[in-house]
């Protein structure tokens, strides 16, 4: 298996990510906020100069460009700003979802992925009802969090599901599940900060698995070639 992207591909955004960790980590807030788009403008640009325009890969050329719409939305600590964000990352998931759909898969394995996708779902409304009672976010924003995480929820799934699909092999098929499951993990962890149970260098954590998430996506859609 040949790598998806240039060698000096994957230097230039590690470098990229390693400031933006590093700005995470030491909570020098105005560099990440400086840095944090650098790393999704490398990825798209790449992934552009890689094939990630034709036909087949488009949504997820579309899907990173929503996901650096999102970023830079995020940037500011309103929650008007933060509500754009979503919106713009929930259009990422749809377009990553719409995408690996272009791959044939049998109509039986969707039965096992809805019903991971209830129980996820249950899940995580059953922890926001329980043990986020004493947050102070609007009942709004809890309902958009929910409505949220059945998109990310299904998009990990969708990944996963590329097991499956015609043309995938179980390297990228795995990349693609994984890169599902670490948006899945970073966005909760958002999720879990915004309802008051924040967790240790979230910011950091946060940043990581997204960035991680990306990484897997794009190189597992590259991998794969058209049928």
Request: proline share 5%; aromatic share 20%.
């Given at each position: 298996?040949?790598?998806?992207?240039?060698?000096?591909?994957?230097?230039?955004?590690?470098?990229?990510?390693?400031?933006?960790?590093?700005?995470?980590?030491?909570?020098?807030?105005?560099?990440?906020?400086?840095?944090?788009?650098?790393?999704?403008?490398?990825?798209?640009?790449?992934?552009?100069?890689?094939?990630?325009?034709?036909?087949?890969?488009?949504?997820?050329?579309?899907?990173?460009v929503f996901s650096l719409l999102g970023d830079v939305f995020l940037i500011p600590q309103r929650t008007r700003f933060f509500v754009t964000g979503m919106g713009a990352f929930a259009i990422a998931h749809l377009a990553y979802i719409y995408g690996y759909t272009q791959w044939r898969v049998s109509y039986w394995t969707y039965i096992p992925a809805f019903f991971a996708l209830v129980v996820l779902v249950l899940a995580f409304n059953f922890y926001i009802e329980t043990q986020c009672k004493e947050a102070s976010l609007p009942r709004f924003?809890?309902?958009?969090?929910?409505?949220?995480?059945?998109?990310?929820?299904?998009m990990a799934l969708a990944g996963w599901l590329c097991l499956a699909r015609v043309g995938w092999g179980r390297v990228p098929a795995v990349m693609a599940g994984l890169g599902g499951s670490f948006f899945l993990v970073s966005d909760l962890m958002i999720a879990l900060g915004k309802l008051e149970k924040r967790i240790p260098r979230q910011r950091f954590w946060v940043i990581v698995t997204y960035h991680i998430a990306q990484m897997l996506i794009l190189s597992s859609v590259l991998i794969v070639k058209p049928a």
């Open positions: 298996m040949t790598f998806p992207l240039p060698w000096y591909a994957y230097l230039i955004i590690a470098l990229l990510c390693a400031v933006n960790w590093a700005a995470a980590f030491f909570d020098k807030l105005k560099l990440y906020y400086i840095s944090k788009p650098f790393v999704l403008i490398a990825m798209i640009a790449f992934f552009a100069r890689s094939e990630g325009l034709s036909a087949l890969r488009l949504p997820f050329f579309i899907g990173l924003q809890k309902r958009l969090f929910k409505a949220y995480g059945v998109l990310v929820a299904g």
